[in-house]
């Protein structure tokens, strides 16, 4: 299994930015579907965007697009999500998350939760407004 450590959370104001990293250990990186998902008290845990590590191609939610954004740096086996325009409905538990790519069969990376065996602890993500 992977292992994920995420970091960069923290309280902004609505509008404000974060930047989550995850970095992971595995010895085949670049073969994983690697996204970041996230939830809220009393809320199922959702997909926010998704990353195959061997070609760069994404998938967002669409109650993230235009404001967040999922990249890779391949060299440090590091996830980052840098989240812009935030609102206080982003507020929540952040985990990112990985699977080889594999085990999607032909359907790509997707943004299911329950697709993810190796998870990492979370960050938190508040958004005052």
Not at 77 to 98: F, I, Q, R, V, W
């Amino acid at each position: 299994q992977v292992q994920l450590v995420e970091s960069g959370g923290g309280s902004v104001q609505a509008g404000g930015s974060l930047r989550l990293s995850c970095a992971a250990s595995a010895l085949t990186y670049s073969m994983y579907c690697v996204g970041w998902f996230r939830q809220a008290p009393g809320k199922e845990r959702e997909g926010v965007a998704v990353l195959f590590s061997g070609a760069d191609s994404t998938n967002y939610a669409n109650s993230v697009k235009g404001r967040f954004t999922i990249s890779q740096d391949n060299a440090k086996n590091t996830l980052y999500l840098e989240m812009n325009s935030l609102k206080p409905e982003d507020t929540g538990m952040y985990y990112c998350a990985a699977d080889p790519l594999l085990a999607f069969g032909g359907s790509g990376c997707l943004l299911t939760p329950t697709k993810y065996r190796s998870w990492g602890q979370g960050t938190q993500v508040t958004v005052s407004s």
